[in-house]
């Protein structure tokens, strides 16, 4: 408590306002019986050239304002939408080398880049990290974005592919930026996780001001800070245990604290810098030039795997023999065994200028300029590239990505007067230039190269024929040039050290070699059509077409088709049809990266290369071609009774050749001969190489189910109750190359995410003062492990409903200044430990979408003026 205390004081005594929000509370059909602020919500995601009130849309829409927004404690923007919208999902990894420091979102359980994120309507261009397993997905980075710099967020939850070219096939999030032209806000929050770890900061100012006489000019900035945390058990794996080998070897039991866990399972440490700037000016009386962007800069350090000082380890373990004969391993030089600290420093900005219409014209028009760059630059330290002995440097800068993004887009819309509709038709068109280009930057030379110990018998001592000492050779060493095999074959148990050979490349992230750098680029051009009007009383339609010109794939036309027929007062039927494409980015297409996994708790160097290089071709690779979708949604949006909203989507979403990354592929001796004439820098050391395929096509289908309560007492108190549902089955129906994928991946894809997810949210408000407690519900789910060999079954194991409780309470003095204390996790609920792999001292899955990291609280001072 005193270290909370003291994070409370360096924080400053002055801000937090309340997490209080009815999450769902302004989501499809808010209560319209009630002049309340959210019947009056308005959005511009959806149905473009007219903007529509959340319950007359034809398509799901979450609005979320400002309030709900700042009343979230989460640190991340993502945190905080995660919190409100229950079919959206995020996670980090503890230590994976890129979900560790990118933080993508996720709609219906399909991969982040199919869903697209907009700021101010305009399309955020992709992150530079690229999954290097699984969906391989590279999509935006949407934490760079304070959520104080937020008006309003909008979620459709709905293909839009039509409207908003590709990757909108699950759905579009945009996030509408502050335009107040005078006040502002500070806030500061400051918490800790139960355990006394994780301790987290965060500052953050909003000020409005006017930009000459007709303008305005919004400026966000926010720090923050999120220490370790460890959630782990002591290190055991199949082949090393710390305890038992602790009580063997006096000498490495008084290097370590056994109370410690040596592994580092937990959340990252990082630090971030983030500021957004929103301006405009009107220029006569129906025009306005604006400009906006973002800048982020942050660095997010994990610990990667514990590297274990005995018991063949690849790098301590493995002794080879010196220049004069003697045995020697990196042993000596950590005897208490590694773990090295890997880091991503992302930098991330954007700059958007244009020219709008504004006023109530019969023609609007929009035309703008965007260009937007993403960098992640690794960095790996307390390690050494093994191969190069013990004058290994100790720190690596081992690869740096880069995004970049530019377009051009013209949006324009007519309001056209037609008799023969109950309301105008509103007709939207415009067409957009996309120039993206991917660069992968080479690491520093060390990071990368084979040194002396990357070969077998470097120094010459035997024959290569005859496996008997050459000529000059020591003799009193003891090297046996006939123990030449790791097997009994030659007649010796193991292997002589002469003929060990040491991984290449900074162990953990291997450095990227100049021949896998380079610079890849498509480019697009699009144009769109859109039609909306209520052809009679109560049925509105939107039809749009798209048609988008890709550099290296050719051409792909989308259509959609929306509806919503008020068949009675206060009740309204609501669907839509549509296709979506998505084409492979620059970075699916081209990541290579070596490192090191885990398999049954035994280290592996582990390869991805593009699916165009000579080893995955002779592996059966082909050509990535796009993934392409067809949405089908239906629902109900009702408001029964005063106060009340109910509204229920179901949803179908068919996903054609859909990529994916193969299984993990033993290296065999001919594939190892292909990696060498590949130019593969450490083929020797590399165990199992993948690739990425249009795997197969997948069939996901759902619902949404959202019901608010909004009830006024007669002395002045309110109280907003508000219930969200979603459910989702995932289906793989047919595999492409099925010797190429696993039935584990087939089973995880359908069965390891939980089935569904509900928020259940209070909020009680009497003055100044007002009490949140909101109900986080997880669906079960089965996840199936790697079998243990080839010949046995693979493993499962079920995970029940699981449920976790945030409670939160807040007072506002003199409309100013917002006190609030909360906790996240109040009964410090845990998921399941996972059986299937438990090692290296692991207790949950990496994961899981159920947080594990325990309780939370914190305090936050808001103040504003």
């Known amino acids: 408590m005193t270290r909370f205390a003291r994070i409370i004081c360096l924080a400053t005594p002055s801000l937090l306002a309340l997490s209080a929000a009815a999450p769902a509370l302004a989501q499809a059909g808010a209560p319209a019986a009630e002049a309340t602020e959210e019947t009056a919500d308005i959005v ?72 697209l994120l907009l700021m101010n309507s305009k399309r955020r261009h992709k992150s530079a990290s690229v999954a290097i397993s699984g969906n391989g997905a590279q999509g935006p980075d949407s934490a760079v974005i304070p959520s104080l710099a937020l008006k309003s967020v909008e979620v459709l939850r709905d293909g839009a592919a039509a409207q908003y070219g590709s990757d909108a096939i699950a759905g579009v999030i945009n996030f509408i930026l502050k335009d107040a032209d005078h006040g502002g806000s500070i806030t500061a929050q400051a918490g800790q996780y139960y355990r006394g770890d994780g301790d987290s900061v965060m500052l953050a100012a909003n000020m409005g001001m006017k930009l000459t006489d007709r303008g305005f000019l919004n400026v966000t900035a926010q720090y923050s800070k999120d220490d370790f945390t460890t959630r782990a058990n002591q290190y055991t794996s199949t082949t090393f245990d710390a305890a038992s080998y602790a009580a063997a070897n006096p000498a490495y039991a008084a290097l370590i604290d056994l109370n410690t866990p040596l592994q580092k399972w937990g959340q990252p440490k990082s630090q971030a810098f983030r500021a957004v ?90 035309i703008s300029a965007r260009y937007g760059w993403d960098k992640l630059a690794y960095e790996i330290e307390n390690t050494v590239n093994a191969s190069l002995g013990a004058s290994s440097p100790r720190s690596f800068k081992p690869s740096t990505y880069v995004e970049g993004e530019l377009s051009l887009n013209a949006d324009m819309s007519y309001t056209v007067p037609a008799g023969i509709f109950a309301s105008p038709l509103v007709i939207s068109f415009g067409g957009e230039y996309r120039d993206e280009r991917y660069t992968i930057r080479p690491g520093d030379i060390d990071s990368y190269r084979g040194g002396i110990y990357a070969n077998a018998d470097p120094y010459g001592f035997c024959n290569a024929t005859t496996h008997t000492l050459n000529a000059g050779a020591p003799t009193n060493k003891g090297i046996n040039c006939a123990n030449y095999l790791s097997t009994t074959a030659d007649g010796f148990a193991g292997i002589d050290p002469v003929y060990n050979v040491l991984p290449v490349g900074s162990n953990g992230v291997t450095g990227v070699p100049p021949s896998a750098s380079g610079t890849w680029g498509v480019k697009s051009e699009s144009a769109y059509l859109e039609a909306s009007t209520d052809v009679v009383k109560g049925l509105f339609v939107d039809l749009a077409g798209r048609f988008e010109h890709f550099s290296n794939f050719g051409n792909a036309v989308n259509g959609k088709a929306a509806f919503r027929y008020e068949f009675v007062p206060g009740f309204a039927m609501r669907g839509s049809i549509g296709t979506g494409f998505h084409a492979p980015s620059p970075g699916v297409m081209n990541m290579t990266s070596v490192s090191i996994r885990t398999v049954n708790g035994v280290f592996t160097q582990a390869g991805l290369f593009p699916a165009t290089n000579a080893v995955s ?113 995932y289906k793989i129906e047919k595999l492409k190359i099925p010797s190429l994928f696993s039935v584990y991946q087939d089973f995880n894809f359908r069965n390891a995410l939980p089935r569904w997810r509900a928020t259940v949210s209070a909020l009680h408000t009497v003055g100044p003062f007002s009490a949140m407690i909101r109900g986080n519900i997880y669906g079960p789910y089965t996840a199936m492990a790697t079998a243990p060999s080839e010949t046995a079954a693979n493993p499962t194991q079920h995970f029940n409903v699981q449920g976790t409780v945030d409670i939160e309470g807040s007072y506002t003095f003199d409309e100013a200044l917002t006190v609030s204390v909360g906790v996240r996790n109040l009964f410090n609920h845990y998921p399941a430990a996972d059986l299937l792999q438990p090692t290296a001292g692991r207790i949950y899955r990496t994961d899981s979408v159920v947080d594990w990291q325990g309780g939370f609280y914190y305090a936050r001072l808001g103040y504003k003026f």
């Open 277 to 366: 700037i929103n301006s405009g000016i009107d220029v006569g009386d129906s025009a306005q030039v604006y400009a906006f962007g973002n800048f982020s800069s942050s660095k997010g350090s994990a610990y990667a795997n514990y590297r274990y000082p005995a018991n063949a380890q690849p790098v301590n373990g493995i002794p080879v023999r010196l220049a004069d004969g003697t045995q020697w391993s990196f042993t000596e030089v950590f005897p208490a065994g590694f773990s090295p600290v890997f880091s991503g420093l992302v930098t991330d900005w954007s700059a958007v200028a244009g020219i709008k219409s504004t006023g109530s014209s019969a023609f609007t028009y929009d």
């Open 44 to 115: 511009v995601t959806g149905v473009r050239g007219a903007s529509r009130t959340v319950q007359d849309s034809p398509v799901p829409i979450d609005h979320f304002g400002q309030g709900e927004i700042e009343k979230i404690s989460n640190t991340d923007t993502v945190n905080v939408i995660q919190t409100l919208v229950p079919s959206l999902t995020v996670s980090r990894q503890p230590n994976s080398s890129t979900g560790t420091f990118i933080r993508p979102i996720t709609l219906r359980g399909l991969p982040e880049d199919k869903t």
């Open 617 to 729: 071709r002779y592996l059966g690779a082909k050509d990535l071609k796009p993934e392409k979708s067809t949405n089908y949604t239906l629902g109900i949006a009702a408001t029964p009774l005063p106060g009340v909203s109910f509204s229920i989507d179901g949803y179908i979403i068919k996903i054609r050749d859909a990529l994916y990354s193969t299984r993990a592929i033993t290296v065999t001796d001919a594939i190892k001969a292909q990696m060498v004439a590949a130019g593969v820098v450490g083929a020797d050391s590399i165990a199992s190489v993948n690739f990425f395929q249009n795997a197969f096509d997948s069939d996901t289908r759902g619902f949404d189910a959202i019901v608010t309560y909004d009830h006024r007492w007669n002395n002045g108190m309110k109280t907003n109750l508000s219930g969200s549902f979603n459910a989702n089955w």
